[in-house]
């Protein structure tokens, strides 16, 4: 074994589960101790149809690279949180198609970083692996082995699978998306997926995730509009953010209409707007409403008052104390702006709202996660 990788197997936890090796032994692969089985093995007591659901995700990644190599013609590719080694790889799947097409691997996994190093010693020299944390976005970019290879003034693809789910939202996982597309050039595209659970039992989430707590980074469910957070900034690529089995990038083919195991979203982005300062728009003046409460939907803007839709509401409010949270705040934002426009007329519009101030200047609204707010519709009496 190389210095190098013996010095990063030093930080290694055998005892803990982890989630990458949890994944490994998901997917059958022998990279993963006692520990990881144990914990893998809850998880499949509680849903037996995850391993079906990391073969989904394989084929998803796989059409995904193929549609980036093949249609848009992207040459580069970051890779964060890759995990471990497996038998379709980002560079193996890209070189199908572009020999040449470059690969920078990001992780902070010390097994991860192990396996990567000593399998791409023999590889492509235009492929590296470099420690990063994702939380770091800027030491990342500015990796001196990953500007060797990765030319920021060009479109690159940026893969995001599965990893953002082992960021809760302390760690403010949206703006270090926002922080890494904005240093890509435009016209390059983000590949993302997550797990989701919608359509799974409570019960069966909740165990999931209590499991993960003892790992070495928590499971974060986010609902499918958390994720279309992340592509702010970004315009979708046909069929948009679907299950990962529906995903077939205007290949049609092997997707399935159902949906499959319905455990993981994914979809792939194409970078075209400033993605940070939009992201920051949203995050800094959008106040959740009250779900069920139609008069409470009311946001305040920089350019005025924005209405939101109930069924929008009620993907930010779960919980009695989330939703007491954001009545306080909804109810102190409103009563501020409304102090600075006290003859201000707040309308609701299919189109969104919009805002008439006491001069009778009319400011249009901005919008919510790349469109435009729907009006809120009050109950039938």
Not at 193 to 221: C, N
Not at 226 to 242: A, Q, R
Not at 259 to 278: D, E, H, P
């Amino acid at each position: 074994m190389a210095p190098r990788e013996s010095a990063i197997l030093d930080g290694v936890q055998s005892w803990r589960p982890n989630a990458a090796r949890m994944f490994d032994y998901y997917v059958g692969g022998k990279d993963n101790f006692a520990a990881d089985r144990d914990a893998a093995r809850m998880v499949l007591a509680a849903a037996p149809d995850v391993p079906l659901a990391a073969r989904e995700h394989r084929a998803f990644v796989i059409r995904a690279i193929h549609f980036l190599v093949a249609r848009a013609r992207i040459a580069q590719f970051i890779d964060i949180g890759p995990g471990l080694p497996t038998g379709a790889n980002v560079h193996q799947i890209a070189h199908r198609f572009h020999p040449g097409a470059r690969v920078v691997y990001v992780d902070n996994d010390p097994v991860v970083l192990s396996h990567g190093l000593a399998l791409l010693a023999r590889q492509h020299p235009a492929v590296a692996m470099v420690e990063g944390d994702l939380r770091e976005p800027g030491k990342i970019l500015d990796h001196p082995r990953l500007r060797a290879l990765i030319d920021l003034g060009e479109p690159a693809g940026l893969c995001l699978t599965l990893v953002l789910d082992y960021l809760p939202d302390a760690d403010q996982p949206g703006e270090l998306v926002a922080l890494l597309l904005d240093r890509l050039a435009p016209g390059s595209y983000l590949v993302l997926s997550h797990v989701t659970g919608d359509s799974k039992e409570t019960h069966v989430r909740d165990r999931i995730t209590r499991i993960y707590d003892q790992a070495s980074a928590p499971l974060v469910m986010r609902s499918r509009e958390e994720i279309m957070g992340f592509f702010t900034g970004c315009t979708m690529v046909p069929p948009g953010l679907v299950y990962v089995a529906q995903w077939y990038g205007q290949a049609g083919g092997t997707a399935r209409s159902h949906g499959g195991t319905r455990w993981m979203r994914g979809g792939v982005g194409m970078k075209t707007a400033t993605v940070l300062r939009q992201h920051r728009l949203v995050q800094a003046y959008t106040i959740p409403c009250i779900a069920g409460d139609p008069r409470r939907t009311v946001a305040s803007t920089p350019r005025g008052v924005l209405t939101l839709g109930v069924r929008e509401a009620e993907s930010y409010s779960s919980g009695e104390r989330l939703r007491q949270g954001i009545r306080a705040r909804a109810d102190l934002a409103v009563r501020r702006r409304l102090a600075r426009h006290p003859r201000a007329d707040v309308r609701s519009r299919p189109s969104g709202g919009s805002i008439r101030p006491a001069r009778g200047r009319r400011i249009e609204t901005t919008t919510v996660l790349g469109r435009t707010a729907p009006a809120c519709r009050r109950p039938a009496p």
